[in-house]
């Protein structure tokens, strides 16, 4: 069984749903990001996402966009992103990690060498935003050779037809995409977030993680309870930028972020 599958398991039995907050790897630095990802289980996250810098992003907002920049500033590469990977896993062989980046890094790497590294560095899953299913026939048979999730995405407008395409071969979770824009730049209601995920619930046992425009502990709870987990990036990103001081981490940065996790971890534990 892979370490989503299990946490999702264990979720599910305690009865509720999961925080999945999210950091760019090398926002500011290398050292900071790592100390981040290393305070983020204590602070209430049950997966974490790692975003892979990169310098075309087509599905993020101005907030990650800029984190992106600074991360490919302080140098960060798909071998530099594994090693950070590697250093978590020395002290936490049990919180899910998923890798979250675009096409072509992980193309230009390689896709059996990729997927052979991201294993044995600690990865769990992999979201690339920009890879159609049709186009996942080079990643994923190497994917499944070293227990590597490729984690689907569907959003609002994907039809029911579509829905039961791109999620039959689902694995790990769903990414439920909320909004048709950008990340960071709306979010969904309550009341559209529940005539929508049913719908996808309905195609796949997989669970669903709501994502884009989750910013409050309010957002968050009501996301996991409709969903399955909920998906915390901009917001965090935000706070993150706003404790920079000429674009450099500074004593605040990291308890900052961890703060706004708990707040958000409580809330999706009531």
Not at 22 to 48: F, H, N, R, V, W
Not at 83 to 89: A, D, E, I, L
Not at 118 to 140: F, K, N, Q, S, Y
Not at 231 to 246: E, H, M, P, Q
Request: one cysteine or more; aromatic letters at 4%; glycine letters at 8%.
């Amino acid at each position: 069984m892979s370490r989503i599958q299990a946490r999702f398991d264990a979720l599910k039995a305690e009865g509720r749903g999961a925080l999945i907050p999210y950091l760019q790897a090398y926002d500011p630095d290398l050292e900071t990001s790592l100390a981040l990802l290393k305070a983020m289980p204590e602070a209430g996250a049950d997966l974490i996402e790692i975003g892979l810098p990169f310098s075309d992003p087509s599905a993020d907002g101005p907030t990650i966009q800029l984190a992106a920049q600074r991360g490919l500033k302080a140098g960060s590469t798909v071998s530099g992103v594994l090693n950070m990977v590697r250093r978590f896993r020395e002290g936490d062989a049990a919180t899910p990690i998923v890798l979250m980046g675009y096409l072509n890094p992980i193309h230009t790497y390689g896709a059996e060498a990729f997927c052979r590294d991201a294993a044995d560095a600690g990865v769990d899953g992999i979201i690339l935003v920009d890879m159609p299913t049709e186009e996942a026939v080079w990643l994923r048979p190497h994917a499944e050779a070293h227990g590597l999730d490729i984690i689907a995405l569907v959003a609002p407008n994907t039809s029911h037809e579509r829905l039961v395409h791109v999620l039959r071969e689902a694995r790990g979770f769903v990414y439920y995409v909320s909004i048709t824009g950008i990340t960071g730049t709306a979010s969904a209601s309550s009341e559209q977030l529940a005539a929508a995920v049913p719908k996808v619930k309905a195609v796949t046992d997989v669970p669903v993680a709501v994502g884009f425009g989750i910013s409050t502990p309010e957002q968050a709870r009501a996301a996991a309870q409709i969903g399955d987990a909920a998906v915390v990036a901009s917001a965090l990103i935000k706070t993150l930028a706003g404790t920079l001081v000429d674009g450099r981490a500074t004593e605040h940065t990291v308890p900052a972020v961890t703060q706004q996790i708990k707040a958000l971890a409580e809330a999706v534990r009531s």
